[in-house]
């Protein structure tokens, strides 16, 4: 509806929905709440998720996203070029979750932490479509081998395997060279691999 | 060795990186060769494998109505109670009657006070010591016609300028021809006065070859604030973008108002090297700079 009053805008007839999302930047610029939340909403899922992966639970991660949309808002003016908009956003939230993790890593000891993942494991009961099921054995066992990943593995594991980003996404949202990108991709793999050989074995049976 | 090679790129194939050239030969390569044809479908299984531990991302209901207070509430955390602009006011308020407030930039005006306190002892001892040099003078051979306050500004210069009346006052037939008519000693006496003066001249060279001169520590001072500023400005100008325009229009308000400030204070210290009161204001205005820009960065 936001879109097609903006688009009735004069000079916004050439494309639309380009000129209704600068108006929509413009106006969260000045401190716009609803053309803000218009803008981000459609990336309420991607950031749960990504930083789900990162910190594994869910709980926290619906809280770290908050906490990511709350610094955007606040920093909407430090976003430069409004085409990264997205990468710009990932770049927050991969600052939000690393964050997190630094800070469980001073605060707990490693048998809360393990507790944390058997939480998790539990929490992790949600309805899940028929033949996707995934064993409870399996999921703690993906969800340990991507905890031992360390963080910049993880981190690229991530927005490669679950978010899909391209080589160049990845070194936007992290600022890593993209050699750098391509070796930790592959040795998280290689240790993904050898974490889950067992049932990798067991699936290559089938 | 050829298949290595290849081996390699099958990753790099399988994030559907590689250019158009490189991507052919590497099709072209799987087509023929059975081991990199199974490390392709090795990375696709555990892709799958991967996407299935998956995320229940769905936020809750009140996610955004949670985000938007969350940020309304921070933004005010952030700026007080008070908004920016009546922030800025009292900033300002402040400065044009100098005070202190205290706010997160307790160190700052720690460092002030506590090197404007040692200018103010180095002036006051300056001052005693030249008082004491210039009774002396004065007891000894009546031969100064020179105001006191002269005498005090010149020595307390401790500059060429300083040195410079100085050298007119030991020089004995200067002294008598210009600054001083009432002299009417004979020669023998004069040579007594030119040697004592010559005394207390080396008497203020040595202080001040061993201690620095109330001015120089102003400079020292002063050096200091403007590495400060230079350092908190490269901060400002990253921190810049990220504020509205009404914000940083308020900020560019003050920071001019302040360089203003300065530069006036600043002209009357150079003018009056010795005043402590001018070198007093002059730090005070670079500290409220320093305050400004601090808020900038900090905002």
Not at chain 1, 34 to 43: D, S, T
Request: with cysteine.
């Amino acid at each position: 509806m936001e879109v097609m009053r903006l688009a009735g805008q004069p000079g916004a007839y050439a494309d639309a929905s380009m000129n209704s999302h600068e108006d929509l930047i413009a106006r969260a610029r000045r401190g716009d709440e609803e053309a803000f939340r218009l803008i981000f909403e459609r990336y309420t899922r991607p950031v749960i998720s990504f930083i789900f992966y990162m910190v594994n639970r869910r709980d926290l991660a619906e809280e770290l996203a908050q906490e990511t949309f709350v610094r955007a808002y606040k920093n909407i003016n430090g976003l430069r070029d409004e085409a990264k908009l997205s990468t710009w956003l990932f770049g927050i939230a991969r600052n939000v979750a690393r964050e997190a993790v630094r800070d469980r890593q001073r605060a707990r000891a490693d048998h809360l932490e393990l507790e944390d993942r058997a939480v998790a494991a539990i929490r992790d009961e949600r309805p899940t479509p028929v033949g996707e099921l995934l064993s409870k054995e399996l999921n703690g066992l993906m969800s340990e081998a991507l905890l031992k990943l360390d963080e910049d593995k993880r981190l690229v594991f991530t927005l490669k395997v679950y978010q899909q980003r391209s080589y160049d996404e990845i070194a936007q949202i992290t600022g890593f060279s993209i050699p750098k990108i391509r070796n930790a991709l592959h040795r998280a793999r290689a240790e993904m691999r050898r974490r889950l050989s067992s049932y990798l074995g067991v699936k290559d049976e089938m | 060795m050829r298949c290595e090679k290849f081996l390699e790129l099958v990753e790099v194939y399988f994030d559907g990186e590689l250019d158009e050239l490189e991507r052919a030969r590497v099709a072209e390569h799987l087509e023929a060769c059975a081991t990199c044809a199974g490390a392709l479908r090795k990375l696709e299984r555990e892709q799958r494998l991967y996407l299935r531990y998956e995320c229940d991302a769905e936020p809750a209901p009140a996610f955004w109505q949670n985000v938007m207070a969350r940020a309304a509430r921070e933004g005010a955390a952030q700026t007080g109670s008070t908004p920016l602009r009546d922030r800025l006011r009292a900033l300002l308020e402040s400065f044009s009657a100098p005070r202190f407030s205290p706010s997160l930039t307790a160190l700052v005006v720690l460092i002030a006070v506590a090197i404007t306190a040692l200018v103010m002892t180095g002036v006051n001892r300056k001052e005693k010591a030249t008082d004491v040099n210039v009774s002396r003078l004065n007891n000894e051979s009546t031969a100064s016609s020179t105001p006191d306050a002269l005498a005090v500004r010149s020595a307390s210069t401790g500059a060429p300028e300083g040195e410079a009346v100085d050298e007119k006052e030991g020089d004995g037939a200067t002294v008598g021809g210009q600054q001083s008519p009432q002299v009417k000693d004979g020669p023998k006496d004069r040579a007594v006065l030119v040697a004592k003066r010559e005394e207390i001249r080396r008497r203020r060279e040595a202080v001040s070859n061993h201690e620095p001169t109330p001015d120089k520590l102003v400079r020292e001072a002063e050096q200091k604030y403007v590495a400060a500023i230079a350092i908190l400005s490269r901060d400002v100008n990253r921190r810049r973008p990220q504020l509205d325009q009404e914000t940083a229009a308020q900020f560019e308000k003050a920071l001019a108002a302040i360089d203003r400030t300065i530069e006036n204070t600043r002209r009357v210290a150079r003018k009056h090297p010795g005043d402590p009161i001018a070198a007093q204001y002059m730090l005070t205005a670079y500290a409220r700079k320093v305050d400004v820009l601090r808020e900038i960065v900090g905002y």
